[in-house]
């Protein structure tokens, strides 16, 4: 453990860290190396005398340089970022649908065609026969409410 102690230890850790982010990008072994860098300069002015304290030095600083540079880089350099709809079902009401199987009446349900598939369909109690065309009203569960084009 006494290679730890050494200013040469550091010093070549933290060029390998260095250049190894070439080859893995990401930031974090550019943290490491900067970390190696400071216990380096540690070692090198007696502040770091044992293995110990030279390791939780590295740690400590490694770990915030990390927070560090994490919240610079995103204050900074913000990626491209896009919100889309979650509410599906508004996208979805007053949009037109063909029947595919009798729906009603009453609370029996058919089936209709909308977007590349059938789904179950209701209606407000009225009998809407196959092959008509019919309106979404809203989604109750997994199936569609429609009624007639009038």
């Known amino acids: 453990m ?6 040469e230890t550091w010093i ?3 060029i390998l860290f260095s250049c190894l982010e070439i080859f893995i990008p990401g930031g974090i072994l550019l943290n490491l190396g900067i970390a190696s860098l400071l216990v380096a300069i ?24 990390l927070f560090v540079l ?21 996208d979805i009401y007053g949009k037109k649908v063909v029947v595919t199987e009798n729906i009603g009446p009453g609370t029996h349900a058919g089936r209709v065609s909308f977007q590349g598939t059938y789904w179950t369909a209701l209606s407000d109690g009225s ?3 196959a092959g008509c065309q019919a309106t979404i009203v809203c989604k109750d569960n997994i199936s569609l409410v429609v009624e007639p084009i009038k």
């Open 12 to 14: 070549v850790l933290a």
């Open 2 to 7: 006494e290679y730890i102690l050494y200013f």
């Open 42 to 65: 540690g070692v090198q002015q007696n502040i770091l005398d044992t293995w110990v304290l030279t390791l939780t030095a590295w740690f400590i600083s490694a770990t915030v340089l």
């Open 127 to 129: 009998e809407i026969p």
């Open 70 to 90: 994490y919240f610079f880089t995103e204050k900074f350099f913000k990626g491209e970022q896009t919100i889309g709809n979650i509410y599906e079902e508004l």
